[in-house]
């Protein structure tokens, strides 16, 4: 791996620069570049519902499919369920004043379809319980200057509509979604005006019908998750297009969708096969919901090779769902920004997946992923910090789709352990590099209007329960009340948003120190077991465990969690580099 990487570098060094206004062959992954983001660019945080609310069964919500798909054992690790979670229901104050001591002008959450329509369906039956939590939602927001980014779907689908349809595998979840975001037009448009229809729709796909990892967990195999993106497709332009006939001129609102996208680079930059299958993996990745949304079809490579592998297995139509011409004009342009979220990169090689061994997704793009062994990788497993990927995918996104207006959605790293260090330097090496990236990538000409930190609590991290962790804000789980902490990376994104970027050299040294000394004394209040930012301890009068430490071993194969003194806390080995 280290060899071909090696190549790869040269190569990269000794390529002369042919592309347009991003030079694709240089490499300057080791440099830092100082200065500021435009004015009026916005820095949030966010979260969603599943993964924060809690308050699974109260006023009236409904179930989800994350709520029944929690509940079975053997789905999530250690059986965790999102039944309490952050508590985020019950804490808008408290979590409100989070945000506005970090001077955040924008908060990313999501509504959970199930809390406003119970059964999924418009015409049975409105929660207007749910519909008030929203509400106060928002306008507990603007009272305090941050501005509501709203996802209608993050996941979690209404059981009841996966038990009657089989959710994303039918074509009547499109009428039934369009319905739900009507509502959300008509109940909070008037104050929001920032629309995200789904949320990583590759996720939904892949992982709910492919996969199975996630809900409803379903293994579907080369076919589940190509339906269920059809679908999502559809139903994304179909709320695009009701808001824009409907809504548009008195609300002004603008409606996206928000895309995950790892970066896939070729491992051998002078190996035409590598090249393509690297294109492959992202078109594959983002362009399967991009390519439709701003050119009105799917990729041609996804047509080429799923089309051909189906034809090799004797189908008689590709496993890829076929637009129609009306379609295709329907679906195209529907998107007013395009919400990215990105975390990782991987390195690309071609690889040969004869069809006759069965087909999924994954085989259908005939490459293999690889990763630097040098990359840091101080979370979950899946998630390297290479930050230089970041602006490739940005400028790639700039050139496919004609530079569009783009908001990041999501960014960030989380840790393994359970047994947190506050002192994060790890995330704050992170967010430093990934969001200097970010900036490269404004000066290269990328239209990027903001960037949300993900996520401002710790969560429930859907299969993994709560043993990643994301947060800027440390949330104790073992106690009821989920006291929030705050974690050194706190104090440094409140340097980068108050310096618009960053200045200079002299500047950034400072901030960390400062974070440093901030998060010193969370950890002794994290290991007293006081917060001094929830407001509603006693009233929810929690239990406190004098255990403040867990760390998830692996031991052959069986993974258990051991209790542990704060400072007994085995500190994970990070070989990021002091810049
Ligand atoms: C993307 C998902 O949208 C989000 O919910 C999750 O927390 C992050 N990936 C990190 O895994």
């Given at each position: 791996m280290s060899m071909l990487r090696t190549c790869h570098l040269l190569v990269l060094m000794l390529c002369v620069s042919a592309i347009e206004d991003f030079d694709w062959t240089k490499n300057d992954h080791g440099s830092f570049y100082y200065g500021v983001f435009p004015t009026g660019f916005s820095w949030g945080a966010g979260g969603s519902a599943y993964q924060t609310e809690g308050a699974w069964n109260v006023d009236g919500k409904g179930m989800s499919i994350w709520d029944a798909f929690a509940h079975?054992?053997?789905?999530i690790f250690l059986n965790d369920t999102g039944d309490f979670s952050c508590e985020g229901y019950h804490k808008v104050k408290d979590d409100i004043s989070l945000m506005k001591d970090m001077n955040l002008k924008h908060y990313r959450f999501s509504i959970s379809w199930p809390r406003i329509l119970p059964t999924g369906i418009k015409n049975e039956n409105i929660n207007e319980k749910g519909i008030r939590y929203y509400d106060d939602l928002i306008n507990k927001l603007l009272e305090n200057k941050i501005t509501p980014i709203v996802t209608l779907y993050h996941w979690d689908l209404p059981q009841i509509l996966e038990e009657k349809y089989r959710g994303w595998q039918n074509a009547s979840m499109v009428n039934l979604f369009n319905d739900f975001a009507n509502l959300c037009f008509e109940r909070f448009g008037n104050r929001v005006r920032h629309w995200i229809t789904f949320n990583n729709p590759w996720s939904i796909a892949v992982e709910g019908y492919e996969t199975g990892e996630h809900a409803p967990g379903l293994k579907l195999r080369g076919v589940g998750a190509y339906k269920a993106a059809h679908h999502i497709i559809k139903a994304h332009a179909k709320v695009w297009h009701t808001y824009d006939t409907q809504w548009r001129n008195k609300q002004k609102g603008l409606v996206g969708i928000s895309l995950s996208g790892d970066w896939g680079e070729p491992v051998d930059i002078s190996n035409q096969r590598d090249i393509e299958a690297a294109e492959r993996y992202v078109q594959f990745y983002m362009g399967w919901f991009a390519t439709p949304l701003f050119n009105g079809d799917y990729p041609q490579v996804m047509k080429d090779y799923i089309g051909r592998k189906s034809a090799q297995q004797g189908l008689g139509a590709s496993r890829l769902p076929v637009f129609t011409a009306q379609e295709k004009s329907y679906i195209r342009g529907t998107c007013d920004f395009l919400g990215i979220g990105h975390f990782t990169t991987r390195y690309i090689t071609q690889k040969n997946y004869p069809s006759g061994r069965g087909n999924s997704y994954f085989t259908d793009r005939d490459l293999a992923e690889l990763v630097d062994?040098?990359?840091?990788?101080?979370?979950?497993?899946?998630?390297?910090?290479?930050?230089w990927g970041f602006r490739r995918l940005l400028n790639f996104v700039k050139k496919q789709y004609g530079n569009p207006m783009i908001y990041v959605t999501e960014n960030g790293v989380s840790e393994k352990m359970m047994c947190t260090d506050l002192c994060d330097d790890w995330r704050m090496q992170y967010f430093k590099d990934y969001i200097n990236e970010m900036l490269k990538a404004i000066k290269d000409g990328v239209n990027i209007k903001a960037y949300t930190a993900w996520s401002l609590l710790d969560k429930f991290e859907w299969d993994e329960g709560y043993s990643e962790r994301f947060g800027l804000y440390y949330v104790?789980?073992?106690?009821?009340?989920k006291p929030r902490y705050p974690k050194a990376s706190v104090q440094y994104y409140k340097s980068i948003i108050s310096s618009n970027g960053f200045p200079n050299q002299r500047e950034l040294e400072s901030w960390k120190g400062k974070a440093i000394e901030t998060c010193s004394s969370s950890n002794q209040l994290l290991a007293a077991g006081k917060s001094n930012t929830s407001h509603y301890s006693e009233e929810l009068g929690g239990a406190k465990t004098k255990t403040n430490c867990y760390f998830i071993q692996s031991l052959t194969g069986i993974l258990f969690v051991l209790p542990l003194q704060l400072e007994d806390c085995p500190r994970k080995i990070r070989n990021l580099q002091e810049s």
């Amino acid at each position: 791996m280290s060899m071909l990487r090696t190549c790869h570098l040269l190569v990269l060094m000794l390529c002369v620069s042919a592309i347009e206004d991003f030079d694709w062959t240089k490499n300057d992954h080791g440099s830092f570049y100082y200065g500021v983001f435009p004015t009026g660019f916005s820095w949030g945080a966010g979260g969603s519902a599943y993964q924060t609310e809690g308050a699974w069964n109260v006023d009236g919500k409904g179930m989800s499919i994350w709520d029944a798909f929690a509940h079975k054992k053997g789905k999530i690790f250690l059986n965790d369920t999102g039944d309490f979670s952050c508590e985020g229901y019950h804490k808008v104050k408290d979590d409100i004043s989070l945000m506005k001591d970090m001077n955040l002008k924008h908060y990313r959450f999501s509504i959970s379809w199930p809390r406003i329509l119970p059964t999924g369906i418009k015409n049975e039956n409105i929660n207007e319980k749910g519909i008030r939590y929203y509400d106060d939602l928002i306008n507990k927001l603007l009272e305090n200057k941050i501005t509501p980014i709203v996802t209608l779907y993050h996941w979690d689908l209404p059981q009841i509509l996966e038990e009657k349809y089989r959710g994303w595998q039918n074509a009547s979840m499109v009428n039934l979604f369009n319905d739900f975001a009507n509502l959300c037009f008509e109940r909070f448009g008037n104050r929001v005006r920032h629309w995200i229809t789904f949320n990583n729709p590759w996720s939904i796909a892949v992982e709910g019908y492919e996969t199975g990892e996630h809900a409803p967990g379903l293994k579907l195999r080369g076919v589940g998750a190509y339906k269920a993106a059809h679908h999502i497709i559809k139903a994304h332009a179909k709320v695009w297009h009701t808001y824009d006939t409907q809504w548009r001129n008195k609300q002004k609102g603008l409606v996206g969708i928000s895309l995950s996208g790892d970066w896939g680079e070729p491992v051998d930059i002078s190996n035409q096969r590598d090249i393509e299958a690297a294109e492959r993996y992202v078109q594959f990745y983002m362009g399967w919901f991009a390519t439709p949304l701003f050119n009105g079809d799917y990729p041609q490579v996804m047509k080429d090779y799923i089309g051909r592998k189906s034809a090799q297995q004797g189908l008689g139509a590709s496993r890829l769902p076929v637009f129609t011409a009306q379609e295709k004009s329907y679906i195209r342009g529907t998107c007013d920004f395009l919400g990215i979220g990105h975390f990782t990169t991987r390195y690309i090689t071609q690889k040969n997946y004869p069809s006759g061994r069965g087909n999924s997704y994954f085989t259908d793009r005939d490459l293999a992923e690889l990763v630097d062994p040098r990359w840091p990788d101080p979370g979950s497993e899946w998630l390297y910090s290479v930050p230089w990927g970041f602006r490739r995918l940005l400028n790639f996104v700039k050139k496919q789709y004609g530079n569009p207006m783009i908001y990041v959605t999501e960014n960030g790293v989380s840790e393994k352990m359970m047994c947190t260090d506050l002192c994060d330097d790890w995330r704050m090496q992170y967010f430093k590099d990934y969001i200097n990236e970010m900036l490269k990538a404004i000066k290269d000409g990328v239209n990027i209007k903001a960037y949300t930190a993900w996520s401002l609590l710790d969560k429930f991290e859907w299969d993994e329960g709560y043993s990643e962790r994301f947060g800027l804000y440390y949330v104790d789980f073992r106690d009821k009340n989920k006291p929030r902490y705050p974690k050194a990376s706190v104090q440094y994104y409140k340097s980068i948003i108050s310096s618009n970027g960053f200045p200079n050299q002299r500047e950034l040294e400072s901030w960390k120190g400062k974070a440093i000394e901030t998060c010193s004394s969370s950890n002794q209040l994290l290991a007293a077991g006081k917060s001094n930012t929830s407001h509603y301890s006693e009233e929810l009068g929690g239990a406190k465990t004098k255990t403040n430490c867990y760390f998830i071993q692996s031991l052959t194969g069986i993974l258990f969690v051991l209790p542990l003194q704060l400072e007994d806390c085995p500190r994970k080995i990070r070989n990021l580099q002091e810049s």
